[in-house]
């Protein structure tokens, strides 16, 4: 695999209903998309890995935690995780719960094999961006962590619309040396540009400070 390439998404389906997981899992399987099955939440956490760009299928209604209640610990651990909700009991305010909390499609059971794949299909490509998205941000934050105490000074004053001789009065440095400060951020944060890099790294700070927030793409 080239190193710029990543894995296909794989899709998890977290169901209590043993025939629906087997007819999926088989359903998904006949087009090589790779499938990791749970009966239930708890069992589901204890596998996930968040490293490894994803996808759910999710059933509402079972026993002991419901598929709303995982939804809201993900959304809570902050991942970018597609979800399909799926439930044989569905209504309008329960489809509006589901879409407003982040998910991103709703199917009632019995579904049609062929739009489910479809649909499924769909997650996993937004699954693949999702993570691209967070691979990058988590490179550009270690790479903010990775300036001199100096450098972040500069780039604190960049992001706060500061011109170069505004900075070096305040550091007590020469606005020349400011100027050599930017090009070293704007090299070891890897930007063509000053506000590409600007974007970037308050992405990026928005990221560390409030988590759960999704990713936006890099422009």
């Not at 799926?86 to 719960?97: A, C, E, F, K, Q």
């Not at 990058?136 to 934050?141: G, K, L, S, T, V």
């Amino acid at each position: 695999m080239d190193a710029t390439e990543q894995p296909a998404p794989l899709v998890y389906i977290v169901d209590d209903d043993d025939d629906m997981r087997t007819s999926l899992s088989w359903l998904l399987a006949s087009v090589k998309i790779e499938v990791r099955s749970f009966r239930g939440p708890a069992e589901f956490l204890a596998a996930y890995d968040p490293t490894l760009p994803a996808c759910m299928v999710l059933d509402v209604r079972m026993p002991e935690v419901s598929g709303f209640d995982l939804q809201a610990e993900l959304n809570r651990r902050g991942t970018t995780l597609p979800i399909i909700f799926v439930s044989g009991h569905g209504d309008i305010p329960m489809s509006v719960r589901a879409l407003q909390n982040g998910a991103i499609d709703f199917v009632e059971k019995p579904y049609n094999s062929q739009q489910m794949l479809e649909r499924v299909q769909r997650a996993m490509r937004v699954a693949s961006d999702a993570h691209r998205v967070h691979q990058h941000r988590q490179a550009m934050i270690q790479r903010i962590r990775s300036l001199t105490p100096r450098e972040q000074e500069v780039l604190n004053g960049l992001i706060e619309g500061k011109a170069s001789k505004t900075i070096a009065r305040e550091l007590g440095i020469s606005a020349k040396t400011v100027d050599v400060y930017r090009a070293s951020v704007k090299e070891k944060l890897g930007a063509s540009s000053i506000a590409k890099l600007l974007r970037e790294v308050i992405d990026a700070q928005r990221a560390i400070a409030e988590p759960h927030l999704p990713p936006h793409p890099p422009s």
